[in-house]
C-alpha cells in the first residue's frame, strides 16, 4: 500500500501531466516523464524506478530522498518535506460499503495508520534534516585538462559511497550535455570541448559544487568562430588583417557556403591565456564599431566577458534601438534587456565607441566614452584572468583593446 503523502504526490503528477489516471500509462509516457523530471529538477529517475514508483511494478521499498524530493519539485514545491507540510492527510473512508461495523472499523485503522505515518515523517524530517551527506570519500580527478580546441578531456570519478545523486556541470554552454547525470556503476566519462575558454567543472549535489576543477583550452593569440541562428555549432574563420585588430569581412563568411545574408550570425573572438592580471582589480578598454557593409534587420550587439579561474563578468552593448540584448552578468547578478531596462548600456556603433569594463575596490564599473554607466559593488571573486571573450554581429569591429592591472 502506497504512503498516503506519496499517493497524493502521484495524482498531482498525474492531473499535471495531463495523461490521465496513471494506472493506465504505459512505457512511453514513462519514459518522456522520467525526462520531463530530468530537465525541471535536475534529477535522473530511471523508468524503471518510476514504474516501481507508480506501482507498475511491484516492490515493498520507499523511493529515496532525492527522488522524493525530486517528485515534489516537479509539482511546484521545494522538497518532500514542503510537500509534507502543505499536503494535509483528509481521513477519508476507503473502504467499500459492506456494513456499518466493517466501515468503522476501518476508517479508525486508517486514522491510526495515516496519523503513524504522518508522525514518522515529522520524526525523520527532524532527524536528517540537518545532517550533513559525507562526501568526503567522493574521488574526482580530471586528465588533459589543456590544450587546444576542439579538445577532448577524461575525468575519472568515484561516487558509489553517496546515495544521493550526483552530476558533473561541464560549465559548456555550447553543448546539450552541459549538466550530465553520474552513475555510480562507471568511473570514468568524457566531453568533447569546441571553442577555446577557460571551464570551471563541477561535481554537484542539490546544487551545490562538492568537487571542482578547471579545463583551460589556449589560444595561440585571437582566435574567431561564426554561428548562426543560434545553433551550438560554430566554425573557425581567419581574422581579417585591416587597420582594425579584430575584424571579418562578411563576404568571407556567405563564400563558406554554410549561411545565407538572411540569417542572424554571431562571431567569437577567443583570447585564452595567462594575462597575469588579478581580476580582483582590473581595466578592460576596447573601442568597438559598426562598420556595417550590408543593410539588415539584425540589432548590433558588443559583449565581453572577462573570465577568471574563479568567477567571470559579462557585459554586452548595444545600438540604441536594440536595448532587448544588453546584459550585465556577474556572481550571482544577472539583468538581461528582456526583464530590466538596461538603455545605459546602450550608444550610437556607427561611429567608434570607447568602452570600459573595470573592478576595483569590489566594485563593478562600466563606461562608454567618459560617461559612467553602471556601478555596483560585485562582492565577488573573479581570480587571476585567463580568458578575455569577444562576441559580437559579422560587421562588429574592434579597433583597440587592452587590459590592465
Not at 119 to 148: C, Q
Not at 308 to 329: L, M, P, Q, R, Y
Not at 364 to 386: A, E
Amino acid at each position: 500500500m502506497l504512503n498516503i503523502h506519496l499517493s497524493k504526490c502521484l495524482d498531482q503528477i498525474a492531473e499535471q501531466t495531463g495523461w490521465g489516471s496513471y494506472e493506465n500509462w504505459t512505457h512511453p509516457q514513462f519514459v518522456v516523464l522520467s525526462t520531463q523530471i530530468f530537465q525541471k529538477c535536475g534529477v535522473m529517475i530511471s523508468v524503471t524506478s518510476l514504474k516501481r514508483i507508480f506501482g507498475k511494478i511491484k516492490s515493498e521499498h520507499e523511493p529515496q530522498k532525492e527522488t522524493r524530493n525530486a517528485l515534489a519539485r516537479f509539482v511546484g514545491y521545494a522538497d518532500w518535506n514542503d510537500f509534507v507540510k502543505h499536503t494535509p492527510i483528509a481521513f477519508q473512508e476507503t473502504a467499500t460499503k459492506t456494513n456499518a461495523k466493517t466501515r468503522k472499523s476501518r476508517k479508525k485503522l486508517l486514522l491510526i495508520s495515516s496519523l503513524f505515518i504522518v508522525f514518522l515523517s515529522v520524526v525523520i524530517f527532524f532527524v536528517y534534516r540537518d545532517k550533513p551527506v559525507d562526501f568526503s570519500s567522493v574521488y574526482f580527478e580530471g586528465k588533459y585538462l589543456s590544450g587546444s580546441s576542439p579538445h577532448t578531456v577524461v575525468f575519472d570519478y568515484d561516487i558509489r559511497s553517496v546515495r544521493d545523486s550526483i552530476f558533473i556541470d561541464l560549465d559548456d554552454s555550447f553543448s546539450d550535455t552541459r549538466r550530465e547525470y553520474l552513475s555510480p556503476d562507471h568511473q570514468t566519462i568524457t566531453h568533447h570541448y569546441l571553442l577555446p575558454d577557460l571551464y570551471r567543472v563541477s561535481l554537484m549535489n542539490n546544487g551545490k559544487a562538492i568537487r571542482t576543477t578547471h579545463v583551460n583550452l589556449y589560444t595561440n593569440g585571437w582566435q574567431c568562430y561564426f554561428g548562426y541562428n543560434n545553433l551550438k555549432n560554430f566554425f573557425p574563420i581567419d581574422i581579417e588583417k585591416s587597420d582594425f585588430l579584430l575584424g571579418i569581412c562578411p563576404d568571407s563568411i556567405f563564400k563558406t557556403g554554410l549561411v545565407r545574408k538572411d540569417e542572424d550570425i554571431i562571431m567569437k573572438y577567443r583570447l585564452v591565456k595567462d594575462f597575469g592580471v588579478n581580476g580582483g582589480h582590473f581595466s578592460m578598454k576596447a573601442t568597438v564599431k559598426d562598420s556595417r557593409k550590408l543593410e539588415t534587420m539584425h540589432c548590433f550587439f558588443a559583449s565581453f566577458v572577462i573570465h577568471g579561474d574563479s568567477g567571470k563578468v559579462s557585459v554586452s552593448f548595444t545600438s540604441e534601438d536594440c536595448i532587448h540584448k544588453a546584459w550585465i552578468k556577474y556572481g550571482d547578478v544577472k539583468l538581461e534587456g528582456k526583464y530590466h531596462d538596461l538603455s545605459v548600456l546602450a550608444t550610437d556603433f556607427n561611429r567608434l565607441q570607447n568602452l570600459e569594463i573595470s573592478v576595483s575596490n569590489q566594485r563593478l564599473n562600466v563606461k562608454i566614452g567618459d560617461s559612467l554607466r553602471y556601478s555596483q559593488p560585485t562582492g565577488i571573486k573573479i581570480g587571476s584572468i585567463r580568458a578575455l571573450l569577444f562576441d559580437t554581429t559579422p560587421s562588429g569591429v574592434l579597433k583597440t583593446f587592452e587590459l590592465t592591472d
